[in-house]
């Protein structure tokens, strides 16, 4: 789950940096809000990649994707980059569980015949 929600969040990154850029030039915002903004989303993706397996990671992975689809009230189409990061992000968690399921089996299979894993 950790590699694929992390790609997303990589991907959410550069998005939220060209959103700043856009709503500089869209709106009437002082840069230093935009990027004050901005910069904090930024971060934050870079530390959820990091945090992905304690508690309450994937959640606060969930409160970031709202914040991104709210972004469309800055940047309309952030409303539609917005939805389609979340559905990115309910995909990596959901099949990125599936595989940490079906990897666990296999290392549990290989365990009971002796095989090394």
């Known amino acids: 789950m950790r590699t694929l929600c992390a790609s997303t969040l990589i991907g959410e990154f550069f998005?939220?940096?060209f959103a700043g850029l856009v709503a500089m030039q869209m709106t009437d915002l002082p840069?230093?809000?935009v990027w004050t903004?901005?910069?904090?989303?930024?971060?934050?993706c870079l530390a959820l990649c990091g945090m992905l397996t304690r508690p309450?990671?994937?959640?606060?992975?969930?409160?970031l994707q709202i914040a991104l689809i709210a972004g469309g009230f800055v940047v309309p189409t952030m409303f539609f980059l917005?939805?389609?990061f979340a559905a990115l992000w309910w995909a990596s968690v959901h099949f990125g569980r599936k595989i940490d399921e079906a990897k666990a089996r296999?290392?549990?299979?290989?365990?009971?015949?002796?095989e090394a894993v």
């Open 82 to 84: 917005g939805v389609v």
């Open 56 to 63: 309450g990671g994937v959640q606060l992975g969930w409160a």
């Open 15 to 17: 998005v939220i940096g």
């Open 31 to 33: 840069a230093a809000t």
């Open 106 to 114: 296999w290392a549990a299979q290989a365990e009971a015949s002796g």
């Open 37 to 44: 903004v901005s910069g904090v989303a930024m971060l934050l």
